[in-house]
């Protein structure tokens, strides 16, 4: 099955390892552990001839790159591999699954469709987990694994990273979610992949801040301390000293979390705005030390825009402060000048020095990207362009087909620097990069080993660090240092070991696996727009059958008449701002039986600067007015559970019928619009422009194919499908 190259002799222990056992492999960038998947594949698929494989990787670019590898390393017939993405309806993914043999695909897809029982992943012999480091928290690798262990009695786990993580707590965190039983780590210095290293040289250029940085530098500062020497003075914290922003984000959850459980106190609430104002000018002062004057120019700028609209207090603080105002005064002083960070010198040095070959240049932040390709353009020392996220940032982003056509031109060197945020720390695969440049250290030993193999894959690369002297610069950089020694520790005595800190479960027996439940009987709709909220993983952890539809009224429908508007406080309470709450009670009254429910352990009353009595007020016209009792929940957990036992009491217990279109007009016109909302592809959207242009029913059921395609929305299919069910003969034995 395997073709056009030779398995090395790492990745044929590995392989062994993972033929046995679901496996976590931590290999360095550029070692082919794509092909050590493939290498399993073959296995599985000699093993369970009519299984299926699947492969995930976080973004499209990179499934891609799986896709072409399998083509040209791995014999098999075309129409028998797949790629799955977003842009593929799930109608046609459906088939997909059906007909494909090897499928590569971006994790929500295949969440998703589990959810909505489109995929069988007990056809599955193996499934394989590229950039396994994502593994943690909700991420949809972690719901996959757990359905697929499930469901699948010859299920076989591969899982593929650079660098899992860099505490024993998050490794095994990983490992856990992925349901892992073996470790295979090999680093640069191991025997056995020491041949196949390309040597990589890693230089830290120091910089130092001009004197006029530093006095900027001590003018934010002044603000900050005098804020740290209130907080201790109304009891926040118990020292006046500066903090770091790790410390300053855990004391800004800690007061959240008293001021979310009720408590009212002014000097919390105090403590809490001038906090925010502390991290706004901490990061100002990281913009200056680490990334240059525009760049902080532009975030002083913003805050004074701020100002002049917003009632967040901190904004308004630090833009009336006279040292901030003085401190911007500095700035546009130097933007005058046209004084840079001498980061930039050196940058501009370093690529004047090594004119050849292809470069990435790492940053942090869009503006600072914007900045060097600003500058680089000015000097014309070389072509470049910059390569961002999808996200739309100040009007910049760039979509993944743009990203894709991005990478393609440097691979064919139609230009030489590759200017990139964090999107490109990823996976990507761009040989022969001959250099690598951080504008800046990070703290992170996972984006550091990321960075850091994007060059050295097929030929000796570089790697360079600008470092400015005296900043937090030199704590990010020695932190990524310690904790990829510590990650690579901990690895190495857990393979030693063999030791997984398992988490502890539920205690299942045989009755679990061989009892039908009575929730294997329960569905419920569940509007589409709702799809990432974790209880619907929930449900179907209890064997909930979920169908997602597209939902006029509510977001939950457990049975013919009782059906749920769900909010989390912060959004109720926005709904009652922003008037959306009454309409939404409004439809809800037009079933037997609605509900709201209210998610979280937020205080309700001091969400917003609104009025107690105005959310009183809803809350009783919801009960007393409208009849519509609110439940308020503390979490997931319990507003599943709640949904769970609702559906199952009118399901199973009272025997009610389950439709989707079941709510009651409350007169001619909305009667008219249900009937017509009901035809094949209409619902509500449709049905009020098909009546005003026919103007009642019968001239609907009377018209032509032509006549209906008239209407925008309706094609060819829509229209032909409309008359095939106002045409067909009713038969009661279908």
Same mark, same amino acid.
């Given at each position: 099955?395997?073709?056009?190259?030779?398995?090395?002799?790492?990745?044929?222990?590995?392989?062994?390892?993972?033929?046995?056992?679901?496996?976590?492999?931590?290999?360095?960038?550029?070692?082919?552990?794509?092909?050590?998947?493939?290498?399993?594949?073959?296995?599985?698929?000699?093993?369970?001839?009519?299984?299926?494989?699947?492969?995930?990787?976080?973004?499209?670019?990179?499934?891609?790159?799986?896709?072409?590898?399998?083509?040209?390393?791995?014999?098999?017939?075309?129409?028998?591999?797949?790629?799955?993405?977003?842009?593929?309806?799930?109608?046609?993914?459906?088939?997909?699954?059906?007909?494909?043999? &090897? *499928?590569?695909?971006?994790?929500?897809?295949?969440?998703?469709?589990? $959810? @909505? /029982? !489109?995929?069988?992943? #007990?056809?599955?012999?193996?499934?394989?987990?590229?950039?396994?480091?994502?593994?943690?928290?909700?991420?949809?690798?972690?719901?996959?694994?757990?359905?697929?262990?499930?469901?699948?009695?010859?299920?076989?786990?591969?899982?593929?990273?650079?660098?899992?993580?860099?505490?024993?707590?998050?490794?095994?965190?990983?490992?856990?979610?992925?349901?892992?039983?073996?470790?295979?780590?090999?680093?640069?210095?191991?025997?056995?992949?020491?041949?196949?290293?390309?040597?990589?040289?890693?230089?830290?250029?120091?910089?130092?801040?001009?004197?006029?940085?530093?006095?900027?530098?001590?003018?934010?500062?002044? &603000? *900050?301390?005098?804020?740290?020497?209130?907080?201790?003075?109304?009891? $926040? @914290? /118990? !020292?006046?000293?500066? #903090?770091?922003?790790?410390?300053?984000?855990?004391?800004?959850?800690?007061?959240?979390?008293?001021?979310?459980?009720?408590?009212?106190?002014?000097?919390?609430?105090?403590?809490?705005?001038?906090?925010?104002?502390?991290?706004?000018?901490?990061?100002?002062?990281?913009?200056?030390?680490?990334?240059?004057?525009?760049?902080?120019?532009?975030?002083?700028?913003?805050?004074?825009?701020?100002?002049?609209?917003?009632?967040?207090?901190?904004?308004?603080?630090?833009?009336?402060?006279?040292?901030?105002?003085?401190?911007?005064?500095?700035?546009?002083?130097?933007?005058?000048?046209?004084?840079?960070?001498?980061?930039?010198?050196?940058?501009?040095?370093?690529?004047?020095?090594?004119?050849?070959?292809?470069?990435?240049?790492?940053?942090?932040?869009?503006?600072?990207?914007?900045?060097?390709?600003?500058?680089?353009?000015?000097?014309?020392?070389?072509?470049?362009?910059?390569?961002?996220?999808?996200?739309?940032?100040?009007?910049?982003?760039?979509?993944?087909?743009?990203?894709?056509?991005?990478?393609?031109?440097?691979?064919?060197?139609?230009?030489?620097?590759?200017?990139?945020?964090?999107?490109?720390?990823?996976?990507?695969?761009?040989?022969?990069?001959?250099?690598?440049?951080?504008?800046?250290?990070?703290?992170?030993?996972?984006?550091?080993?990321?960075?850091?193999?994007?060059?050295?894959?097929?030929?000796?690369?570089?790697?360079?660090?600008?470092?400015?002297?005296?900043?937090?610069?030199?704590?990010?950089?020695?932190?990524?240092?310690?904790?990829?020694?510590?990650?690579?520790?901990?690895?190495?005595?857990?393979?030693?070991?063999?030791?997984?800190?398992?988490?502890?479960?539920?205690?299942?027996?045989?009755?679990?696996?061989?009892?039908?439940?009575?929730?294997?009987?329960?569905?419920?709709?569940?509007?589409?727009?709702?799809?990432?909220?974790?209880?619907?993983?929930?449900?179907?952890?209890?064997?909930?059958?979920?169908?997602?539809?597209?939902?006029?009224?509510?977001?939950?429908?457990?049975?013919?008449?009782?059906?749920?508007?769900?909010?989390?406080?912060?959004?109720?309470?926005?709904?009652?701002?922003?008037?959306?709450?009454?309409?939404?009670?409004?439809?809800?009254?037009?079933?037997?039986?609605?509900?709201?429910?209210?998610?979280?352990?937020?205080?309700?009353?001091?969400?917003?600067?609104?009025?107690?009595?105005?959310?009183?007020?809803?809350?009783?016209?919801?009960?007393?007015?409208?009849?519509?009792?609110?439940?308020?929940?503390?979490?997931?957990?319990?507003?599943?559970?709640?949904?769970?036992?609702?559906?199952?009491?009118?399901?199973?217990?009272?025997?009610?019928?389950?439709?989707?279109?079941?709510?009651?007009?409350?007169?001619?016109?909305?009667?008219?619009?249900?009937?017509?909302?009901?035809?094949?592809?209409?619902?509500?959207?449709?049905?009020?422009?098909?009546?005003?242009?026919?103007?009642?029913?019968?001239?609907?059921?009377?018209?032509?194919?032509?006549?209906?395609?008239?209407?925008?929305?309706?094609?060819?299919?829509?229209?032909?499908?409309?008359?095939?069910?106002?045409?067909?003969?009713?038969?009661?034995?279908?």
């Amino acid at each position: 099955m395997i073709k056009n190259f030779k398995p090395r002799l790492y990745q044929e222990t590995i392989f062994n390892t993972c033929s046995l056992n679901n496996t976590l492999v931590v290999l360095p960038t550029g070692l082919g552990k794509t092909n050590i998947f493939l290498m399993v594949t073959a296995n599985r698929l000699s093993l369970y001839p009519k299984s299926k494989i699947l492969l995930l990787g976080p973004t499209r670019p990179l499934i891609e790159q799986y896709y072409n590898n399998f083509i040209e390393n791995f014999e098999i017939r075309k129409e028998d591999i797949s790629i799955i993405t977003g842009m593929i309806k799930p109608e046609k993914r459906k088939d997909i699954y059906n007909s494909s043999k &090897i *499928i590569f695909s971006t994790p929500q897809c295949i969440e998703n469709d589990i $959810i @909505t /029982d !489109s995929i069988n992943l #007990k056809d599955f012999s193996l499934i394989g987990f590229d950039e396994a480091h994502r593994a943690v928290g909700d991420y949809a690798y972690n719901f996959i694994a757990k359905k697929y262990v499930e469901n699948s009695n010859k299920s076989r786990i591969v899982a593929m990273t650079a660098s899992p993580g860099d505490t024993k707590e998050k490794v095994n965190e990983v490992m856990n979610n992925l349901f892992i039983e073996s470790i295979e780590v090999r680093t640069e210095d191991d025997n056995d992949v020491k041949p196949y290293i390309q040597e990589t040289k890693v230089k830290t250029i120091e910089v130092h801040l001009p004197d006029d940085f530093k006095e900027i530098k001590k003018l934010i500062e002044s &603000i *900050i301390k005098e804020r740290f020497k209130f907080l201790k003075e109304i009891g $926040i @914290t /118990d !020292s006046s000293e500066m #903090k770091g922003k790790k410390d300053l984000l855990l004391l800004q959850r800690e007061i959240q979390s008293r001021i979310s459980s009720g408590e009212k106190d002014f000097e919390l609430m105090k403590g809490m705005s001038v906090l925010a104002e502390i991290i706004k000018l901490g990061h100002g002062i990281e913009l200056l030390e680490s990334q240059g004057i525009k760049q902080l120019h532009l975030y002083m700028k913003k805050i004074f825009n701020d100002a002049r609209t917003t009632k967040t207090k901190a904004v308004i603080n630090i833009s009336s402060n006279p040292f901030f105002k003085e401190a911007f005064i500095r700035v546009e002083n130097l933007i005058d000048k046209n004084i840079n960070h001498p980061k930039m010198l050196e940058l501009e040095k370093l690529l004047l020095e090594n004119p050849d070959g292809k470069k990435i240049i790492f940053t942090q932040f869009r503006d600072t990207a914007n900045v060097i390709k600003e500058s680089l353009d000015k000097s014309g020392l070389v072509t470049n362009e910059i390569f961002v996220g999808q996200a739309k940032k100040n009007g910049q982003g760039i979509s993944q087909k743009q990203q894709k056509e991005l990478i393609e031109r440097f691979r064919n060197d139609e230009f030489e620097v590759l200017i990139a945020t964090s999107v490109a720390e990823e996976g990507l695969d761009i040989p022969k990069v001959d250099k690598v440049i951080f504008f800046e250290p990070i703290p992170s030993a996972i984006r550091q080993i990321q960075r850091r193999g994007r060059t050295g894959r097929l030929e000796e690369g570089s790697v360079v660090v600008l470092l400015s002297k005296g900043t937090r610069d030199e704590g990010y950089k020695w932190s990524a240092y310690h904790k990829e020694n510590r990650m690579y520790r901990i690895l190495k005595e857990m393979q030693k070991t063999k030791k997984i800190d398992k988490i502890p479960s539920k205690n299942l027996s045989l009755k679990d696996f061989t009892e039908k439940k009575e929730e294997d009987n329960i569905k419920i709709i569940v509007d589409h727009r709702e799809k990432a909220n974790k209880i619907i993983r929930l449900l179907i952890d209890r064997g909930v059958k979920i169908k997602l539809e597209t939902l006029e009224i509510g977001d939950y429908l457990l049975s013919d008449r009782v059906c749920v508007e769900f909010k989390t406080i912060p959004d109720f309470v926005d709904s009652i701002i922003d008037g959306r709450i009454m309409g939404q009670l409004k439809e809800l009254k037009k079933y037997e039986k609605p509900l709201v429910i209210v998610e979280g352990t937020e205080d309700i009353y001091s969400m917003r600067n609104i009025s107690p009595n105005a959310i009183k007020g809803v809350i009783l016209a919801s009960m007393i007015s409208f009849g519509i009792p609110i439940y308020f929940s503390k979490d997931n957990i319990e507003s599943s559970e709640i949904l769970r036992m609702i559906a199952t009491k009118e399901q199973l217990n009272e025997k009610r019928s389950f439709t989707l279109h079941n709510v009651k007009p409350n007169n001619d016109r909305e009667l008219q619009e249900y009937i017509v909302s009901s035809f094949p592809g209409v619902g509500s959207t449709l049905s009020k422009p098909l009546l005003k242009r026919f103007r009642s029913i019968r001239n609907i059921a009377n018209s032509k194919e032509d006549e209906l395609k008239e209407i925008e929305l309706i094609g060819e299919k829509k229209a032909k499908k409309i008359r095939e069910i106002l045409d067909k003969e009713y038969k009661d034995y279908e």
